[in-house]
């Protein structure tokens, strides 16, 4: 059995930058193992993997240790593969997942992913978390299966140090760390770790801006916002609120297109 696959990186106009996500297109879902094995063996943050159904498609995505409910930057990826390897002919995807619909649309050169918001609740956060840092948060948030940590000011977040043996112990899929941006054209900047889903470091995480949408659209009162991602690889996302829904636009680059075999 031989198996399709790209390798796109999401969130950038730039090769080498933003988050790289594997996309395999199926006729038929795979036994679970099999693409869990596959995820490992790619390593990267995130493989997806989709197979046609109804109007649409469904899509599901592997890190290297785990099937995952939503992924912002694969399904970026996924939707480049289809409008431009796939010949996708209509302006607008629909997924289905396990976090229900999502679209992709298509706007000029623009891919813009249309999430659910996620609502943010104020919890006591795990000491390990605390104690993985090196500069301690001013606010404190859980977000469904994530924590979201505001920092002072960009400086703290770029100069974070985390200590992954400690955050690795967290229950949880990933921690969000942000502040407002000290760049005028930049209104919050991001980083996301991951070391218990098997990634440390997640270059740009869409399916992180389904929180910080709705926190810094409230914080800054406005529902158009541009953020950065700044990771070692970077990434620019257009961020809008839009009732119950965020619209998370970004660029996506090709890298590779090959073939998997299988015995």
């Given amino acids: 059995m031989n198996l399709p696959i790209y390798q796109v990186d999401a969130f950038t106009s730039n090769l080498f930058g933003g988050n790289p996500a594997a996309v395999i297109p199926l006729d038929y ?3 679970h ?3 869990q094995a596959i995820a490992s063996e790619n390593n990267l943050s995130e493989t997806a993997y989709f197979v046609p159904e109804g109007e649409g498609f469904r899509i599901r995505w592997f890190t290297p240790a785990t099937e995952v409910d939503l992924c912002g930057h694969a399904t970026l990826a996924t939707a480049h593969v289809l409008f431009d390897h796939l010949n996708y002919g209509k302006s607008e995807i629909l997924f289905q997942s396990k976090s229900g619909i999502l ?5 000029g050169d623009l891919l813009e992913l249309d999430f659910p918001a996620t609502e943010l609740s104020r919890e006591s956060v795990p000491e390990d978390i605390l104690a993985g840092f090196n500069y301690k948060p001013i606010e404190k948030y859980k977000a469904n299966e994530d924590f979201l940590l505001v920092f002072e ?3 703290q977040i770029s100069q974070l140090d985390p200590d992954f043996a400690a955050l690795k112990k967290v229950k ?4 969000i760390c942000t502040a407002i941006s000290e760049d005028p054209e930049i ?19 869409g399916s992180a801006h389904t929180k910080l949408i709705p926190y810094w659209s409230k914080k800054l009162n406005k529902t158009e916002m541009i953020a950065r991602q700044i990771s ?7 961020c809008k609120l839009d009732d119950d829904r965020v619209k998370i636009g970004g660029k996506a680059v090709s890298y590779l297109h090959g073939e998997i075999i299988i015995p």
Avoid: C, H, Q, Y
């Fill in 29 to 31: 879902w795979l036994d």
């Fill in 33 to 35: 193992n099999l693409m």
């Fill in 103 to 107: 679209k992709v649309i298509k706007a």
């Fill in 153 to 155: 000011n960009e400086s």
């Fill in 172 to 175: 949880s899929r990933g921690i």
């Fill in 187 to 205: 209104d919050f900047v991001s980083r996301f770790f991951a070391p218990a889903a098997g990634i440390n470091e997640d270059p740009v995480t």
């Fill in 232 to 238: 070692a690889r970077g990434g620019e996302l257009f």
